[in-house]
C-alpha cells in the first residue's frame, strides 16, 4: 500500500507528511477567495500552497498550470 511505504519513508526521514488542522483550511478558503472564479485550482491547491508558506516549501512541482496564475512571491512552479 501507497501510504504504508510513505510512513516507512517518514521513518527513515527522507520524506514528511505535513498535516492540516481548521486554521490551515480557512487560510487557504481566505486563497481561494482572493483568487475568485474563474479560477480552477482547489482547496486541496490552496492547502498546499498555505503548507508552502507556512513551512517556507519554496518549490512546487506541478504540471498544472493554474498555479502560474497564482503571483505569490519566493514561489517557484515546476516544471
Do not use: C, G, W
Amino acid at each position: 500500500m501507497l501510504y504504508r511505504q510513505f510512513l516507512k519513508a517518514e521513518r527513515k526521514k527522507r520524506l514528511t507528511i505535513l498535516s492540516i488542522d481548521r486554521k490551515i483550511i480557512e487560510e487557504a478558503i481566505l486563497l481561494l477567495q482572493k483568487y475568485p472564479t474563474p479560477n480552477t485550482f482547489s482547496l486541496t491547491d490552496a492547502t498546499n500552497i498555505i503548507l508552502m508558506q507556512k513551512y517556507n516549501i519554496p518549490v512546487l512541482f506541478s504540471f498544472d498550470r493554474d498555479f502560474k496564475k497564482l503571483k505569490i512571491r519566493h514561489l517557484s512552479i515546476l516544471p
